[in-house]
C-alpha cells in the first residue's frame, strides 16, 4: 500500500541527525517538522528568514504573522531567530544547511531534477529552490513516484525545464526509498506491502534492484 504523506514525512524524518540545519520545501517536505525525534537538535530554516521552525500550529497557538515559505502559518522553537530574506538566502548560498528537503515533478538517473514549472499550468514558481539544490550537498526528494494519470516521475531523463542539473542523490516517493548511483535508480527500501514488480512497472529510469532491498516499518 502507498505511503501517506504523513508516513512520508515520517520516513524522511530518519534522515535526520542531531545538530543539522535543514531547509523543508513546500508541501510534502514541511510535514518532516512534525516528526522530528524526542530528544534531537534539529534547526529547521525557511528562506523567507527563519531559523529554528516548529511543528505546525494548534488554534491555541497559531500567529497569523509567523510563516514559512509557503505562507503556511508555523510555530518557532525556543532559541529561533528572525531575519531579512537575504540573510537567509546567504545561509543556503554559503552551504551552510546540512539536509535539504524537496518536491519534485521529476528527478530523473542523472539527478537531474525538475520542480519549478509545468508548461502551459499555474504553479508556485522557483521559490528558493534553485538556491538550495546549487547550495546543498545533501537533498532528498519526496513526491509521488507517478503522477495521477499513472505516468512515471523517476525518467530516463526529464521532461521539464530543470531546477539543478546532477545534485539529486536520494529519492522517497509514495512506494519506495532509492538512491541514484551511475546513471541509475538503486532501490534500497519498499514501503510497507507493496511489491519490487510494482515499483519496476512505475520506474521509467533506469532501475537497479539489489538481493538485499527492505521494507520500510513505522
Known amino acids: 500500500m502507498a505511503l501517506t504523506r504523513e508516513q512520508m514525512a515520517q520516513r524522511v524524518a530518519r534522515e535526520l541527525k542531531d545538530g543539522y540545519y535543514v531547509n523543508l520545501g513546500i508541501g510534502i517536505p514541511t510535514l518532516v517538522a512534525n516528526y522530528v525525534p524526542d530528544g534531537m537538535e534539529v534547526m529547521l530554516q525557511s528562506e523567507n528568514g527563519l531559523l529554528g521552525m516548529g511543528e505546525f500550529p494548534t488554534e491555541a497557538t497559531i500567529d497569523a504573522d509567523m510563516i514559512n515559505a509557503g505562507k503556511q502559518t508555523v510555530t518557532a522553537r525556543r532559541g529561533a531567530s528572525i531575519f531579512d530574506s537575504a540573510q537567509s538566502f546567504a545561509m543556503i548560498r554559503g552551504g551552510h544547511v546540512d539536509l535539504t528537503v524537496l518536491g519534485a515533478f521529476e528527478v530523473d538517473v542523472q539527478g537531474n531534477i525538475a520542480s519549478w514549472m509545468i508548461p502551459g499550468k499555474l504553479v508556485k514558481g522557483m521559490g528558493g529552490a534553485m538556491d538550495l539544490v546549487a547550495g546543498?550537498?545533501?537533498?532528498?526528494?519526496?513526491?509521488?513516484?507517478?503522477?495521477?494519470?499513472?505516468?512515471?516521475?523517476?525518467?530516463?531523463?526529464?521532461?521539464?525545464?530543470?531546477?539543478?542539473?546532477?545534485c539529486i542523490r536520494k529519492v522517497l516517493t509514495d512506494l519506495a526509498y532509492l538512491e541514484i548511483e551511475n546513471g541509475a535508480f538503486i532501490l534500497r527500501e519498499t514501503a510497507p506491502g507493496v511489491s519490487v514488480e510494482e515499483i519496476v512497472a512505475k520506474t521509467a529510469g533506469k532501475l537497479i534492484v539489489p538481493d538485499d532491498v527492505e521494507e520500510m516499518t513505522f
Do not use: Q, R
Not at 545533501?138 to 513526491?143: A, Q
Not at 530516463?156 to 530543470?162: D, E, N, R, T, Y
Open 136 to 166: 546543498a550537498d545533501n537533498i532528498i526528494v519526496t513526491m509521488t513516484h507517478a503522477s495521477k494519470d499513472g505516468e512515471s516521475k523517476l525518467l530516463p531523463m526529464c521532461s521539464l525545464p530543470l531546477t539543478g542539473a546532477g
